[in-house]
């Protein structure tokens, strides 16, 4: 494979690196700075030349742990592949970070390791936070701000993807999407976009937060949070957003991270909204149909609400009060009894953590991820997993099995940051299991769109198969019944 590729846009002159050729910062898009910051993603200008891809892009403008870092000039694309084949495979990576943070050049996600097994690794940065996802289109006098402008920059992304791959040797027949937390909604979201259909034929979702997904008007009550950060109203709103600067806009988004469980317990962050580009909500619109024919490999881990659910600043509801409020204010008080029932039971501690921790698991992933395995599998296999494997620094900490905690395993990565806090204790004979367990599906997924039918079987329904991977990685039958019973159709919301 030559180091100069021929792009629809230009030439692009990678770097061979550990047996891998390696193309990054490509821009997909023209860059959203000026008049295009509000914007949703435009097509990319031509270059002359060759362009030099050996270093990554910026990452988008954010707030990562108290540091403010990035640029407008962010939409870029990586691509990593080995050395050797034509008409392969193609991976694709959605970063996660709650749509606030988060990118494709953190060293977690270089994907040498997807490379390594035959098939080429693709991910891309796209706007977060304000800057991305923020609706201001309804207030008065901002209709020329676009809606689902991060929504945008990952269409664009996949359209770059689906128009180039071949001339980096990819089958642009043979791609998945994939991603964890925001990532992993982003990819079932994207299951419902009419722009992107026929670019990808599989997803694997992890901790997917499927119903993150709000009308302009509600995402409103979150956005009006965000403007008394800032110490404004809707007068001269326009003005105020395209000469604020950006970094100012981040903290008042974190004021409105902070108080939003407090006015309105349960509501997500801000995230895609219904307009032109999402004519509807992901799950409706799956268990329409909207994507037949796409594989789909859905699940989440034990204990994701550990990361979210806390004594304060909490991040979904930590007590029963707050819970009672957010079915009260979604119409949904007949069910509160019954999930409070449901939920306030000491037996199900050991397994599922303390009562508003597996309540907000269930509430956010577990339930809405069973809903979209159910619709999915009516149109195309659909397999679902749960990552069960505690190490003892999850266990020693009380974070137990949180969100996030199963991406060193996908990507075979033990010496990031994270990565060696999680298997710190692990015996190198567990850690390596586990990264086999996970990421050799993966794998087979992408390359032969079953992760492996020996092992682990389709999915059935509410009562079904599931690849739980732990410390003894093994499938089991999960009856899902009563839990699904217990929700039903409530929704929260989706006014």
């Keep these: 494979m030559d180091k100069i590729v021929k792009t629809k846009y230009g030439k692009v002159e990678g770097f061979e690196e550990n047996g891998l050729l390696k193309y990054l910062g490509i821009p997909y898009a023209a860059q959203p700075i000026g008049p295009l910051r509000w914007k949703r993603a435009q097509e990319c200008p031509k270059w002359d030349g060759i362009l030099s891809a050996k270093e990554y892009g910026p990452v988008a403008i954010q707030d990562d742990k108290g540091i403010y870092q990035g640029s407008d000039e962010c939409l870029t694309v990586n691509v990593v592949r080995p050395a050797e084949g034509e008409k392969l495979p193609v991976f694709v990576w959605i970063h996660g970070g709650g749509y606030m943070c988060g990118s494709a050049s953190d060293t977690l996600y270089h994907g040498d390791s997807f490379a390594q097994d035959g098939v080429i690794y693709i991910n891309f940065q796209y706007r977060l936070n304000v800057l991305g996802f923020y609706d201001f289109s309804t207030y008065k006098g901002c209709e020329e701000i676009d809606s689902n402008r991060g929504l ?135 268990k329409d149909g909207c994507a037949r024919g796409v594989k789909l490999i859905i699940g989440n881990n034990l204990h994701e609400g550990t990361m979210f659910v806390h004594p304060e600043d909490t991040g979904f509801p930590n007590n029963w009060d707050m819970v009672r409020e957010m079915f009260g204010k979604n119409g949904n008080l007949d069910g509160y009894e019954a999930v409070k029932t449901y939920y306030d039971d000491p037996q199900k501690e050991e397994k599922y953590g303390d009562p508003f921790v597996h309540f907000a698991t269930d509430y956010v992933w577990e339930m809405p991820s069973v809903k979209a395995a159910m619709f999915q599998s009516a149109y195309a296999d659909t397999w679902m997993y749960r990552f069960e494997f505690m190490s003892r620094f999850a266990k020693d900490t009380g974070m137990l099995v949180a969100h996030a905690f199963e991406l060193p395993c996908v990507f075979g990565v033990k010496e990031h940051e994270f990565s060696k806090v999680f298997f710190d204790g692990e015996t190198e004979e567990a850690a390596n299991q586990i990264i086999q367990d996970m990421h050799t599906p993966w794998i087979h997924f992408v390359k032969n769109g079953a992760p492996d039918p020996e092992t682990w079987p389709k999915f059935e329904g509410e009562v079904s198969p599931v690849r739980i991977f732990d410390h003894v990685t093994r499938t089991e039958k999960l009856d899902r019944t009563e839990l699904m019973r217990v929700w039903g159709d409530m929704r929260f919301y989706e006014d």
């Design 152 to 286: 945008s920059d990952m269409i664009m992304a996949l359209k770059w993807i689906h128009e180039n791959i071949e001339a980096f040797g990819g089958d642009p027949e043979k791609v998945t999407i994939a991603g964890e937390s925001a990532g992993g909604a982003a990819v079932v979201t994207l299951m419902a976009v009419p722009a992107v259909k026929g670019y990808f034929q599989q997803v694997i979702a992890e901790s997917a937060l499927c119903n993150c997904v709000t009308t302009p008007q509600t995402q409103r009550k979150n956005v009006d949070l965000f403007l008394e950060g800032m110490g404004w109203n809707e007068e001269g709103l326009y003005e105020k957003l395209t000469t604020a600067d950006p970094f100012t806009l981040i903290k008042a988004a974190r004021y409105q991270e902070k108080i939003h469980q407090y006015r309105y317990p349960g509501i997500f962050e801000p995230g895609p909204v219904i307009d032109d580009l999402l004519p509807r909500r992901p799950l409706d619109a799956i």
